[in-house]
C-alpha cells in the first residue's frame, strides 16, 4: 500500500482485459433535469455506472451556478470544467507515482484558462476555453527524471487531459418519450463562434488528501470580482481504488457540460411552446482501460464516446423542433466547442518551487509518446 | 514461515508505466506447505485440499497456530509496501495459516480460486453484500431467505444507503421486473428455510450476465458437495459455516468463496468490519469438513427416507422435500443430482398445536434451533426462524400452520423413521 492506492491487481486486470476486453469499458453517466427559466441552478445526479462486467451504483449530487455573476455558492460549469482537468491530472499522477514505488508528501494541480465573454457578460457563444493550462507542485523524493516521465505520461494517458487534446465530439440526440414507446432524433451541432475581444480567467484548484481523494476549490473573476467556491471532494468509486467520498473527475466533466447546455437550452426560444416540463438531459461518456494502461495501442487513453440526450416525454410530433433547439443550445455552448477542438495545453511540474518539467502538450506530442511506450513494451515482452 | 506462493506486481524504481506485466492473481492465500489436490473428487478434496503439512514435525493434521501476530521478514515490509498484504501471514484478523488452511479446502470444494472464512454466516452476508455494493446501491432478495438475513437487508441495509427489493425468488420474471438502474446484487438461497424452494439458478446467473449484476448465492442448505452454484452462473457462494459443513453443531463460522477479484474485495472489507475467525473455531471447521462428503450422503438418505415416510403418514398434510412427486421447482434436479441435504418441511393436519404436541413426543431428535449437524434436529418456524413475519407475511411466503422444519442428521434411518413414527402415532 502506497500513497493509499493498492495496485497489486494491476499486472492481473491487464491480463484480464486482454482475454475480455468487455472488462475494460467504463461507462459513466449524469443525469441534470432541465432547470426552470428563473432558477440560478443546475441540479445534476452520478448515475449508476456500468464498469466491466458490472455495475457501479453512484450517488452524487453536483450543483452548478449557471451565472458567472449570481450569487450562488456553487461552481460555474467553466470553472468545473477545469476541476475535471486538474482532478483527472492529479489522479493519474497518483496512480503513476505509485506504480514507480514513489511515496508522495504533497501534490496539487491548479488549471487556469480564459473564458470568452459576450457583450452581455456571459460566455461568449461557442467559444473555446483559452489558454487551457495546468500547474503541479509537488513534495517528493523521486529523481527529476522521474518526474520529467511521469508529467509527460500523464498528459498521454490522462483521460480528460487527453479529451481537451484531441477531438471530442459529443453526439446529441433528442428521445420523446410516449405512451407507447420512444422515439429518437438526431441532433445537429455546430460551433456558432461569437467573437469577442473579453475574457475572464478561470481557475480550478485540485489538493489530493489521499489515495484516489482529493479536495477542490474554484475561482472566477469578473468585472473585479473574484467569486471563490469549494472546497468540495472529488474521488473515485470504491472498485476504482476510491472509497467513495466523491463525484470523479469523468463525472464533473458530464456534469459541466449538461449544467452549460441545460442552462443555455432552458431559455432557447424554439422550447417556449414544447411541453418540456420534467425533461432530463443525460449526459455519458466512456473511459476504456485497455488505453489507459497502452494494453491495446489502438484504443483511445481519453474520455470518449461523448453523448447527451434530452428525454422529453411528450408526444413525438414536438421531437424536430426539441432537437433543433439541442442544438442551438449546443452550438452556443463553451464546454462542448472546448471538448470539439484540438486544443494545446501548457502544463508543468514545479517542486520547492522549482520548475522540474514543463512546455505545451499537442496530441500529435502525445500520440508519438504513446507510440514510443508501445514499442517499449513490445520490446519488453519479446525479451 | 514462507510466504503465499505467486507473483505478486512489484512495482518499483526501475518498472515501466504500465507496471510489470506478469499476472499478479493467484489461487490463495496459499502456503507452499499446504496441500493442493484440484481435480480429484469432493470426498478426497474434502478430506486433503489445503491441509498444512507441518516440515518440522510430519503432522498428519493442521496444527493450531495459537498466534494472533507473526514476526516480520522482508516478505513482510513488502507486502505492506505493495498492498499484498491477504498473501503473507502478519496478523490474526488479516489471516493465519488456519485461517488459509480452511479457505483452501472451501475454495477447492467449490471450484473457485479463494474463499474466507468469518465469524458466523451473518458476517459473511453483511461483509459481502457491503464490499459489493455502493452507496446508492440496490440489492434484488427475498422474503423467503434466513430471518437474520432479512433482518439485516430490511432493518440495517437502507441506513447504509442500500435499497432492497424482496422478490418471490423462484420467479425468475419478478426478479427481472425488480431489477432497477443502480442494481448492484442479486441475492438468493439456492434452497430456501424452511419451504425448501429451489431458485433457478441457471437463468439467475444469465439474468446477471444480461444485466451487468453480480448473483450471490446462499447455498448452505446444499453445500458444495450437491450444489456449487459458481458452476451455474453465480459470482460468488456464501454459507453459514456453522451448519453442515462443520456440521458438529460446535462451530459457529461463515464462509465465502469466488474468484479472487471479488473475495479480496471482500477481505478488504472484513478487516474494517472485523468478522475474522480465529485459529481454534479454523481447526474445528477444517476438521469437521473433512467429512463433510461422507456426511452429506447420509443426511441426503435420511432426509430422503423421512420424506418418504411423512408422505404416507395420515396426520400429515403435506411434505416439502426435493424427492417428492410434486415438488414444483424441477430445475434443482438438473443442477443437483446427487442430493438436496439434509432437510425436509411438512405440515401436520393439526396445525400449530399439533406440531407442537410432536415436538414433546419426539426422542432422538433434539428441539433446538439451526440445523445440518450431525444430530437430528427439529423446530417450528412459527415460533422460531420465522417468529419475527406477521401471520399474514408468514402465510405469503408459504409458512402454514402446523409446518416443522427437520434437519435429518447422520443417524440410523430406521432409527429416525422409529422415533418420527411413534411421536406421529400419539396425535
Redesign the interface.
Known amino acids: ?2 500513497n493509499g ?8 486486470s ?3 482485459y486482454r482475454d475480455n476486453p468487455e472488462e475494460a469499458v467504463a461507462d459513466f453517466r449524469v443525469v441534470t433535469p432541465l432547470p426552470a427559466p428563473g432558477e440560478e441552478t443546475a441540479v445534476s445526479r452520478t ?2 455506472l ?1 464498469d466491466g ?7 452524487f449530487t453536483l450543483r452548478h451556478r449557471l451565472a458567472l455573476d449570481s450569487r450562488s455558492g456553487d461552481p460555474t460549469p467553466w470553472e468545473s470544467m477545469l476541476v475535471a482537468v486538474a482532478a483527472c491530472v492529479l489522479t493519474t499522477k497518483v496512480n ?1 507515482f ?5 511515496t508522495l508528501g504533497a501534490l496539487r494541480t491548479t488549471a487556469r484558462a480564459r473564458l470568452r465573454l459576450g457583450p452581455d457578460g456571459a460566455p461568449a457563444a461557442g467559444a473555446v476555453l483559452d489558454d487551457l493550462g495546468w500547474s503541479t507542485e509537488i513534495d517528493c523524493d523521486a529523481p527529476s527524471e ?1 518526474l520529467r516521465s511521469i508529467n509527460e ?1 500523464v498528459a498521454v ?1 490522462s483521460p480528460n487531459h487527453q479529451a481537451a487534446l484531441d477531438t471530442t465530439s459529443a453526439e446529441a440526440t433528442v428521445t420523446v418519450l410516449g405512451p407507447t414507446g420512444s422515439e429518437v432524433f438526431p441532433v445537429v451541432w455546430a460551433p456558432a463562434v461569437q467573437e469577442s475581444p473579453d475574457d475572464c480567467a478561470v481557475e480550478a484548484d485540485v489538493v489530493w488528501e489521499y489515495g484516489s481523494e482529493s479536495a477542490y476549490t474554484t475561482r472566477v473573476t469578473t468585472g473585479g470580482i473574484r467569486r471563490v467556491t469549494g472546497p468540495l471532494v472529488v474521488d473515485q ?3 476504482m481504488l476510491g472509497i ?1 467520498k466523491g463525484p470523479n473527475s469523468q463525472e464533473i466533466l458530464l456534469s459541466a457540460v449538461t449544467a452549460e447546455v441545460a442552462g443555455l437550452l432552458r431559455h432557447e426560444p424554439a422550447l417556449r411552446d414544447a411541453p418540456v416540463e420534467g425533461a432530463r438531459l443525460l449526459g455519458s461518456g466512456r473511459l476504456d482501460t485497455r488505453g489507459m ?3 491495446v495501442r489502438e484504443v483511445p487513453s481519453r474520455f470518449h464516446d461523448l453523448r447527451l440526450d434530452l428525454a422529453v416525454e411528450c408526444d413525438p410530433g414536438h421531437g424536430h423542433k426539441l432537437a433543433a433547439a439541442l442544438g442551438a443550445a449546443l452550438s452556443r455552448a463553451v464546454l462542448p466547442a472546448t471538448l470539439l477542438a484540438q486544443l494545446t495545453v501548457a502544463v508543468e511540474m514545479v517542486r520547492g518551487g522549482r520548475q522540474e518539467a514543463g512546455g505545451l502538450t499537442t496530441l500529435a506530442q502525445t500520440e508519438a509518446v504513446r507510440d514510443e ?1 508501445t514499442r ?2 513490445q520490446a ?2 519479446q525479451g | 514461515m514462507a510466504r503465499s506462493q505467486g507473483n ?2 512489484e ?3 526501475g ?11 493467484v489461487p490463495g492465500p496459499r502456503l507452499d506447505q499446504q496441500r493442493v489436490v484440484d481435480g480429484r473428487g469432493l470426498g478426497t478434496r474434502s478430506v486433503h485440499a489445503g491441509t498444512y503439512e507441518d516440515p518440522g514435525t510430519g503432522a498428519v493434521g493442521t496444527p493450531v497456530f495459537q498466534t494472533t501476530t507473526f514476526r516480520f521478514t522482508e516478505d513482510t515490509y513488502a507486502a ?6 491477504r498473501d503473507v501471514p502478519i496478523y490474526g484478523r488479516y489471516g493465519s495459516p488456519n485461517q488459509w488452511t480452511v479457505q483452501e479446502k472451501l475454495a477447492s470444494l467449490e471450484n473457485t480460486e479463494s474463499a474466507m472464512v468469518f465469524s458466523s454466516g451473518m458476517a459473511a452476508i453483511t461483509t459481502t453484500l457491503l464490499a459489493l ?6 440489492i434484488v432478495s427475498s422474503r423467503d431467505v434466513y430471518g437474520g438475513t432479512y433482518n439485516l437487508l430490511r432493518e440495517d441495509m437502507h441506513q447504509l ?1 442500500r435499497t432492497v427489493t424482496f422478490t418471490d425468488p423462484t420467479d425468475i420474471d419478478a426478479v427481472r421486473a425488480a431489477v432497477r ?4 446484487v442479486l441475492f438468493f438461497e439456492s434452497l430456501t428455510n424452511p419451504l425448501l424452494k429451489a431458485v433457478p439458478l441457471v437463468e439467475l446467473g444469465k439474468l446477471a ?1 444480461e ?4 448473483l450471490v448465492i446462499d447455498n448452505t442448505f446444499l453445500t458444495p458437495i450437491h450444489l456449487r452454484p459458481l458452476e451455474h452462473g453465480a459470482h460468488l457462494v456464501i454459507h453459514s459455516a456453522t451448519k453442515y459443513l462443520n456440521g458438529h453443531s460446535d462451530v459457529t463460522a461463515g464462509a465465502a468463496a469466488g474468484p479472487r ?1 471479488y473475495v ?2 471482500i477481505w ?1 472489507q472484513m478487516l474494517k468490519l472485523g468478522g475474522s475467525l480465529d485459529a481454534g473455531m479454523c481447526f474445528l471447521l477444517e476438521r469437521g469438513l473433512k467429512t463433510l462428503a461422507l456426511r452429506m450422503r447420509q443426511h441426503h438418505t435420511n432426509a430422503t427416507a423421512v420424506a418418504a415416510m411423512l408422505a404416507e403418514h395420515p396426520v400429515v398434510h403435506r411434505v416439502h422435500h426435493p424427492s417428492r412427486p410434486d415438488y414444483p421447482w424441477t430445475w434443482l434436479h438438473e443442477v443437483c443430482p446427487g442430493g438436496w441435504g439434509g432437510m425436509v418441511s411438512f405440515e401436520l393436519k393439526g396445525g400449530d398445536e399439533a406440531a407442537l404436541k410432536l415436538l414433546d413426543r419426539l426422542r432422538l431428535p433434539v428441539v433446538a434451533t439451526s440445523l445440518g449437524g450431525v444430530e437430528s434436529l427439529v423446530s417450528l418456524p412459527f415460533n422460531t426462524s420465522h417468529s419475527f413475519l406477521t401471520e399474514r407475511q408468514r402465510v405469503e411466503v408459504g409458512i402454514a400452520p402446523g409446518l416443522v422444519r427437520f434437519s435429518a442428521g447422520i443417524e440410523d434411518t430406521e432409527d429416525l423413521l422409529e422415533d418420527l413414527d411413534q411421536a406421529l402415532a400419539g396425535l
Not at chain 1, 492506492?5 to 492481473?12: A, P
Open positions: 500500500m502506497r492506492l493498492n495496485i497489486t491487481g494491476v499486472s492481473e491487464v491480463h484480464e448515475l449508476a456500468r462486467t458490472y455495475r457501479i451504483a453512484r450517488d503513476g505509485t506504480s514507480r514505488g514513489v522521474t505520461l494517458f468509486a470504491k472498485q467513495d494502461l497502452n494494453v511506450v517499449r513494451q519488453a515482452q | 505478486a506486481p512495482p518499483g524504481s518498472k515501466e508505466w504500465t507496471d510489470s506485466l506478469s499476472r499478479g492473481r505492506f509496501d505493495q498492498g499484498h498484504i455494493t455502493n452507496h446508492g446501491g440496490h444507503g438502474d443502480e442494481t448492484q450476465r444485466r451487468h449484476l453480480l477479484k479480496d474485495r478488504a
